[in-house]
């Protein structure tokens, strides 16, 4: 596989490669004289760079809102140099103590049931933050302030564990720059805190990364009959399955996220089918570790008006007016999830299903 003329691509693509084939790169000018900036570059060497004055106003980003075939393009040919501004870590309770300040935002794939990185416009390429030193350094005075964690609660038993992956793919992330590899280091020397972060896509290269066990990866898997349907571009579940010990044996924690869960004709059937096929397929040392999160759908009107003009088919299963309810987010977007009663049903449902095919899989919280 190598690269052609104008960052053209001869031989077959890797998954990588068909996920990104860089060819323009929009970057604030302090972003792009650092040196993570510039590794970026190198990385790219064929790529155009268009200076801009911040990462957040490239107005040929934005739009296009039902245009998927100009989405995937922008997704694949473009990325962002930017520098993060306001470093803080917020608390969170459900995945992570805290969420860390982002080393990146925007992605590469295009679940339909993703909009909340969809602040650059809806095709919201990978922006890279080259900042990278600033923000490791924040995270450890963070850590150093919290001391030990006083007591287990259900994110983990010791650690503060701290979500790195909130508005990106971090296995995706890993491909542009050494954000991942940087943040993987800084935690590895960190004895009360983990670094967490969930993937629907299989890099491999994150296995020479040694993270000592402070590192959690929580893969994101469904049937596949769903993610074949909604998860677009990501890599398809069996190879997710397929690398769950081989993180484990490369020294991450490994956890699961069961999400979304999207209510349909069958999906217990289909749910019973994926936890039976873990049972089968992954071996001791990441059962003996192993813990779950449950999330059940939920979508968003706009997305929904978005979808229908590109993805008709996934509404069909996300869009059930007569199962979901909306409230009115602070941003004043209407978000939608299903009604307390089918929710509270589901989630008892695949916890049963748990029990029954699959009981060494703890379930750390369901929402
Ligand atoms: S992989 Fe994650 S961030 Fe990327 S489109 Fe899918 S849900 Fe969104």
């Known amino acids: 596989m190598t690269d052609g003329p104008a960052g053209t691509l001869t ?14 790169i929009y970057a604030e000018p302090a972003a792009r004289d650092s040196p993570r900036g510039r590794q970026v570059l190198e990385r790219f060497p064929g790529a155009e760079i268009i200076e801009v004055p911040s990462h957040w106003q ?9 245009n998927v075939d ?20 917020r608390p969170n309770g459900r995945s992570s103590d805290f969420i860390a300040p982002s080393t990146a935002n925007g992605c590469a794939m295009a679940c339909a049931y993703c ?55 971090v296995s995706v992330d890993a491909l542009v720059s050494d954000n991942v590899a940087d943040l993987v280091a800084t935690f590895r020397d960190l004895p009360t805190a983990k670094a967490s972060f969930a993937t629907k896509f299989v890099n491999r290269e994150l296995l020479d990364l040694d993270p000592r066990g402070r590192t959690r990866v929580r893969f994101s898997l469904m049937p596949e009959r769903d993610s074949k349907l909604l998860d677009v571009r990501t890599s398809p579940v069996a190879e997710r399955i397929a690398a769950i010990d081989d993180f484990v044996a490369a020294g991450y924690e ?4 069961l999400s979304p869960i999207v209510l349909r004709e069958g999906w ?21 570790q192993a813990a779950a999160e449950i999330i059940m759908l939920t979508h968003n009107r706009e997305l929904h008006e ?49 029990a029954r095919h699959a009981p060494w899989l703890r379930v750390r919280y369901a929402f």
């Open 11 to 24: 031989g077959t693509p890797t998954p990588a490669q068909r996920l990104l084939q860089v060819r323009t």
């Open 254 to 257: 490994v956890h699961l996220n």
């Open 306 to 354: 978005v979808n229908l003009g590109w993805h008709p088919k996934a509404e069909d299963v996300l869009w059930r007016p007569e199962l979901q309810q909306a409230k009115r987010s602070e941003s004043g977007m209407w978000n939608v999830r299903y009604r307390n009663v089918p929710k509270r049903e589901g989630v008892q449902a695949v916890t049963d299903l748990i």
């Open 268 to 288: 217990e059937r289909d749910w019973a089918e994926l936890l039976v096929r873990l049972d089968d397929e992954l071996g001791a040392a990441f059962k003996e």
């Open 115 to 169: 909009y909340v990185p969809r602040r650059k416009g809806y095709a919201n390429p990978i922006t890279v933050f080259t900042n990278i030193e600033r923000i490791t350094k924040y995270l450890r005075g963070h850590v150093s302030r919290q001391g030990p964690k006083p007591e287990p609660n259900q994110v983990d038993p010791h650690a503060w564990v701290y979500d790195v992956g909130e508005s990106s793919d």
């Open 58 to 66: 490239i107005p040929e980003l934005h739009g296009n809102a039902g």
């Open 70 to 89: 100009r989405w995937v393009r922008v997704k694949t040919e473009t990325l962002v140099l930017g520098v993060k501004k306001s470093l803080s870590a």
